[in-house]
Structures are given as C-alpha cells and as structure tokens.
C-alpha cells in the first residue's frame, strides 16, 4: 500500500520564508526578524491552536461519560 502525502503547505511556508530572509539580507527589505520569520511563527501558532481546540472537545467528550 503506498501512503500519499501532501505537503504542498509546508513547502509552501518553507519557501516563504527563504524567500523573507533572503529579501532581509540583500537588503530588499527591512522588516524585523520576527516579521521576517513570521512563517514559521504563526504555523506554530495555528498547529497549537488546532490542538488545544481538539484536546477541549476531547474533555468535554470525556466528560460527558
């Protein structure tokens, strides 16, 4: 059985953010690094959101029991 991935995100935000910091050193920009890394941040911070959502539905499942 072949398992199919798709990671078309995650490429998606790993060359964003090349492309940001590339831009910061060349000088194209000048942004702050935490905008400049802000890819990486805020996929982070969606992951960990997504997870407490899921492990309060879980409780309150559980709970429930």
């Known amino acids: 059985m072949e398992i199919k991935h798709n990671a078309g ?3 998606f ?3 964003l953010t090349v492309a ?3 831009l910061k ?3 194209h920009i000048d942004w702050a690094w935490y905008w400049v890394l802000s890819p990486l941040w805020i996929t ?3 992951v960990i959101l997504i997870l407490i959502i899921v ?5 309150i499942i559980v709970g429930k029991n």
Do not use: Q
């Open 13 to 15: 935000v790993s060359l």
């Open 20 to 22: 940001f910091i590339v």
């Open 25 to 27: 050193l060349t000088g």
């Open 55 to 59: 492990a309060l539905v879980a409780l």
């Open 44 to 46: 982070a911070a969606v």
């Open 9 to 11: 995100g995650d490429i």
